[in-house]
């Protein structure tokens, strides 16, 4: 039981090149979500999906699209990469219900964009 | 907007001591409350959640958070850190229905011996 997995786990990117980040989990959770982390303002919600097939903006989504895959898979991709999108990307799942909202989180993708 | 406040970006602490971290969020209405730690270089671990009935909520590794509502606080105590406590801690809130965490910015404790 591997949890949340995310690959690659360090990428270095110049300007305006692509490329995707990958998520996957094994607990058959409903809920999956993409957050960065930069110094000093917490982690901020890039994309969510409350469920398979559905995908909604979260606090950041400008520079980001996702792709709900399947169940397991949620992924993030940068179209034209910007040294602003330098950061720490985390990838967590989670079990919507009462007594089950935590989320669990993958252990990050560090990103540098020069 | 609601929102999450860690005042306290950086708490030095000597290993033993006691140490509690602050939380305060923009409003209770229907939360749910959690505090996350980050060892370097890693994700996110679960400390402990508050989802409903006693407000004194204890978690791994010796730490503890109260749930107040009337000062919608939720601060995080431990009575005798150790130096591998040492680490970023996360409070993160959801409010109501709705699955979305907000994540304060961080307090990053530093135990030394």
């Known amino acids: 039981n591997a949890g949340v997995t995310q690959t690659p786990k360090f990428q270095v990117l110049k300007t305006g090149q692509s490329m995707t980040l990958q998520c996957a989990q094994d607990m058959n959770h409903n809920s999956m979500y993409w957050y960065r982390q930069d110094p000093g303002m917490g982690l901020r919600l890039i994309y969510y999906?409350?469920?398979?097939?559905?995908?909604d903006k979260g606090e950041v989504p400008n520079g980001y699209n996702v792709s709900r895959l399947n169940k397991r898979e949620f992924s993030l991709r940068l179209e034209s990469a910007a040294p602003s999108q330098t950061s720490v990307y985390f990838c967590?799942?989670?079990?919507?219900?009462?007594?089950?909202?935590?989320?669990?989180f993958g252990p990050g993708t560090r990103l540098t964009v020069t | 907007a609601q929102s999450v406040t860690q005042l306290d970006s950086q708490v030095p602490v000597f290993e033993e001591a006691p140490v509690e971290l602050r939380c305060n969020y923009s409003?209770?209405?229907?939360?749910?409350l959690f505090w996350y730690v980050q060892y370097p270089n890693q994700g996110l671990q679960l400390l402990l959640k508050?989802?409903?009935?006693?407000?004194l909520v204890k978690g791994i590794n010796g730490f503890e958070a109260e749930f107040n509502k009337s000062q919608t606080s939720f601060h995080l105590r431990k009575p005798s850190v150790h130096i591998s406590d040492t680490a970023e801690y996360f409070c993160?809130?959801?409010?109501?229905?709705?699955?979305?965490?907000?994540f304060g910015t961080g307090t990053r404790l530093l135990v030394s011996p």
């Open positions: 967590a799942s989670s079990e919507p219900g009462q007594g089950a909202r935590e989320q669990y």
């Open positions: 409003s209770s209405v229907s939360v749910y």
């Open positions: 993160a809130v959801m409010w109501g229905g709705f699955q979305k965490l907000v």
């Open positions: 999906s409350a469920s398979e097939g559905t995908t």
């Open positions: 508050y989802l409903s009935g006693s407000t």
